[in-house]
């Protein structure tokens, strides 16, 4: 696909945005960093837990983490693309 | 790509895309996979369905910033297309339409599995006509294989609220299967009581959590056989052209329907493992007719007889404690494999369509049929992998294989997300941005790469087919796809006119100004009737990217003449040229390709001497075209030729040294009477042995290269030889071109050697030598030019950050 396909496909941003956008994620790293490291945690602690209720509440957390994750993951999707519209709709 | 497009409309909505991803991931894996991964992980395949969650939300993440930006039908092919050099694409296309269609082949002997346990369930005697479950597996599953190659040639799929009914009708059959479970595990009363089974076990089976026999490499290998279950990702990528809002949409499913999908392989393996007796699946198996092994017995872990009851593995369990559980688990099951078969029969032929389309593969896979409107011979060819596989593969392998074709392909778009983003930067409007760029990508190789190395050791067979399959590929590739990918991307030829009788190995000479075409005719034409071949004239004729080829009519037109007077002056010399005229976007590209496209062993280019711009080594064109075109190249400094000219070649290897000498011969000789002075300099001094073996290796390698001395330097070319010492070989030339007339400097080193060699010298000599200079670079091996080109795309990449073909002519 060439650079002129990915121009018909709408794809880009209008030429007058181009380098002033910040590439930074709009998801919050502090704490999805922090889920996870809750993941892998709970994934240690399932091995520690040996098939008993350590492991099966360290499931648990992990699957805690995991919907947590996929919040933060969504609310930044939904932020960024707050941003995009902002950012198309000011450049006019 | 035609002006117009054809795109599909965008009809499917948050929730359908993500019940699309989630059908996907809890289709036939979950039915199919759990028995084989609980006799690999034992109860640790609970961790092993979460570090697989984890290993695959790092690939999810890169899918949610692609099929954010770039939400196009095609998914991971069209991205690892725009985003890695040469052969990549083809053989993400090619590795993607194999593991679509092995997945299918999984799929289809699931089916086969399930039927025939349904059918001896309903009484019906197969085991009693010879027909065991390995034999039914593949008949069943050849049938049905046929037959979804058959209900997608008439055009009919599963889509839009069908799917989501089927989708959500499988989350009921686990959700029932995991509630009886948890219920027949702490709590059993009459109901959750099937048949003999007992229940009220608790947890005690989920202990020893990892068991010594299976260990670590066990959940390695258990993460492995079971990472295509998690692919459904991929799956919605392929309908991102179809998606509402796919900025928006595209992230939020994939992220959803990882979210609904992990917890509940997680909970199914917790149920399975912790539910299911030994004794009543130790019966299951003789009643299947299967063998029961040696030293299994009813107080074995369940795990261990899991691994041998295989895809029926959870109906088997199901039946203990569910009511009809086992008739729920494999109609659910028939459904999920039913409907997956479905959707890879339909993705793998779309792909095989697409590189039909693209020229990757025979354009027959293009074709569509008359009255049904379906891609019938992609369609017939993926039916036949499909039903090879099944027939002649055992389950366990088609898993591996697909689930390595699918590790080698994420691996791929985890590559191509990175460099998307260092070749576009911010010009993309991205719904979702990675965090931890570049960092996550690599993590995500990582854990990929430590997934895909585990299986060699479980599942060698299934590395061997994958090998083979790209191996295959990149014979194609070699013989078949890049050629033809190379006629599509070049420059159209919009005027052409050959000599009579075509000679191989020409010489290629880029026209554009007419002075110095001449001058680049008269040595081109040298080199002609010594290899007994022609020239091949080419004007390119560049225009902006807003213009389309054919609004160039008039510049053709004008380039004519110029092209005609070259060929005149051709023929004058006694040689035959053959002249075209390509209209694109990039010099340098229609150069290369022409170079490529009449196999021409020489090109002839001209250099005005100074590094123009900031980046560039020689000039913007010379710079790409000694990257791209791997033939003999010379680059001129203008300088009319005269009489009796003294030519100044520098040697440092004699192995790297016959086209300088050549040319350097051929330069000294145009107007008769000249001399060519070789001069090899060392920071030592060096003795008469040395000095022999040099002189005799000059000859030797000369000959090699098919330039003979005799003809080259003819009666009347004065030929010396000195070796000199000295601490700082560019002043020493610098010095010396001051007594010659031309400056004959070659290479043929690449990457740093060319560089210094390309980039200082002749920026230096340019500047400060008082005669004109010409480059010349030897033809490279083919391998080792490959491989450079390779590399160099990721350099540009690092070095630019900018699209090549982003840029303007």
Known sequence: MSYEDLQQHDVFLPESLWGKTDLSASVGRTPLLGLALAGLTACGLMVLGAGGWLTWLACGFFLAALVFFTRVSTAGVERQNEELAERIRTSG | MSGQQESLSRDLSLFDITMIGVGAMIGAGIFVLTGEAAGRAGPALVLAFALNGIVTLLT?????????????????YLWIKEGLPGSNAFLAGWMSWFAHAVAGALYALG?????????????????????????????????????????????????????????VAKIVVIGVFCLFGIKFMFAPDAIFRVGEAAGGMGISQLSPFIPEETGWMGILAAMGITFIAFEGYEIIVQAGEEVKDPRRNIPKA???????????????????????????????????????????????????????????????????????????????????????????????????????????????????????????VALAG???????????????????????????????????????????????????????????PL??????????????????????????????????????????????????????ERPFEVRPNAVLIPVAEPRAALQHIELGARIARLRESQLVLLHVVPIPRQLPPRSAQHLVEAARPLLDRGREHAAGLGVPASTLIRVGHDV?????????????????????????????????????????????????????????????VPIANPRTAPLALAVGALIAGEEGGGSIQV?????????????????????????????????????????????????????EIIRLSADYDRLVLGTSQGGVLQRKIYGRIPTRIARYARCPVVLVRMKESGVLFGLQHFFQFFRELESSGQPESAGEV
């Open chain 2, 679 to 731: 001069i090899h300099m060392t920071p030592q001094e060096t003795d008469p042995d040395y000095r022999t073996r040099f002189e005799a290796d000059l000859t030797g390698f000369l000959r090699q290269e098919g330039w003979d001395p005799g003809s080259l330097f003819g009666d009347r070319t004065r030929f010396g030889l000195e070796f000199r010492t000295t601490d700082n070989v560019v002043t």
């Open chain 2, 111 to 167: 089916f086969g599995a399930f039927l025939f346990e349904t059918l001896r369930l309903l009484d019906i005697p197969l085991l009693a006509w010879g027909i065991d479950l390995v034999l039914a597996k593949k008949l069943f599953g050849v049938a049905i294989a046929l037959l979804f190659a058959v209900i997608n040639f008439r055009g009919a799929s599963e889509t839009g609220k069908a799917g989501n009914i089927v989708t």
């Open chain 2, 254 to 376: 994939i992220f959803r329907s990882l979210v609904i999908v992990i917890p509940i392989y997680m909970v199914v393996a917790f149920v399975l493992i912790g539910g299911a007796e030994s004794g009543l699946l130790l019966r299951a198996l003789a009643s299947i007719g299967m063998e029961v092994p040696e030293g299994l017995t009813a107080a074995s872990p369940n795990w261990k007889v899991l691994a041998h009851v295989g895809e029926l593995g959870l109906a088997q369990a199901a039946g203990q404690f569910v009511p009809l559980g086992t008739l729920l688990i494999l109609a659910g099951g028939m459904l999920s494999t039913m409907s997956a078969l479905n959707a890879t029969t339909f993705s793998s032929t779309r792909v095989a369509f697409a590189m039909g389309r693209d020229r990757n593969l025979p354009e027959a896979f293009a074709r569509i049929h008359p009255r049904n409107r379906t891609p019938y």
């Open chain 2, 443 to 496: 993590v995500a190789m990582t854990g990929m790469g430590v997934i895909a190395v585990m299986m060699f050791f479980h599942y060698q067979t299934a590395w061997f087919y994958a090998l083979a399959w790209i191996a295959a590929g990149l014979v194609v590739y070699r013989l078949y796809a890049r050629g033809r990918e190379r006629e599509k991307t070049a420059p159209p030829v919009v005027a052409e």
């Open chain 2, 60 to 76: 999810a993440m890169v899918y949610a910033e692609l099929g954010s930006a770039i939400p196009e039908a095609g998914g991971g």
């Open chain 2, 382 to 440: 993926t039916a036949v992998l499909i039903a090879g596989m099944v027939a002649f593969v055992p389950i366990t392998t088609v898993a591996a294989a697909a689930d390595i074709m699918f590790l080698l392909l994420f691996f791929q778009v985890n590559v191509a997300a990175i460099t998307i983003r260092k070749k576009y930067g911010d010009k993309l409007a991205y719904g979702y941005l990675m965090p931890f760029f570049p960092v996550l």
């Open chain 2, 588 to 648: 340098a590209g229609a150069v290369v390709r022409t170079a490529e496209d009449r196999h021409t062993d020489f090109l002839i280019m001209g250099w005005k001497g100074r590094e123009r711009r900031r980046g560039f080594l020689i000039g913007r064109h010379i710079d790409r075209v000694l990257k791209g075109a791997n033939t003999h190249i010379i680059v001129m400094q203008r300088g009319a030729f005269k009489k009796g000219e003294r030519v100044l």
